[in-house]
Nanobody, 127 residues
């Protein structure tokens, strides 16, 4: 069982990156994929979620209108398109999988137990 993130890197403020979370070893369609990020000295934050099974999505207020989550079930991959990046978006981004509909409140993501986690990918936005 694996979740593998890719696509991180260094970008200037205002730029774009697309992160990928590739899944293997479990029934991808049954799971929601959540993108988290964690900056040094800060708590982990649930950024976005997509559930093909429940047909739900979620965006944190801090990224709404700038980030777009999508899923290619044929490739077992979830993407996070990040536009208009800001220095405060700098963090390690992780994807995690669990069987639930995406919640509407960020509160529920942080405390939930996830079946699978990726290793993370660094995103650095320079000013």
């Amino acid at each position: 069982v694996q979740l593998v993130e890719s696509g991180g890197g260094l970008v200037q403020a205002g730029g774009s990156l697309r992160l990928s979370c590739a899944a293997s070893g479990f029934t991808f369609d049954d799971y929601a994929i959540v993108w988290f990020r964690q900056a040094p000295g800060k708590e982990r934050e649930g950024v976005s979620c997509i559930s093909s099974y429940y047909d739900t999505t979620y965006y944190a207020d801090s990224v709404k209108g700038r980030f777009t989550i999508s899923s290619d079930n044929a490739k077992n991959t979830v993407y996070l398109q990040m536009n208009s990046l800001k220095p405060e978006d700098t963090a390690v981004y992780y994807c995690a999988a669990q069987r639930f509909p995406c919640f509407r409140s960020s509160y529920y993501y942080t405390g939930y137990e996830y079946d699978y986690w990726g290793q993370g990918t660094q995103v650095t936005v320079s000013s």
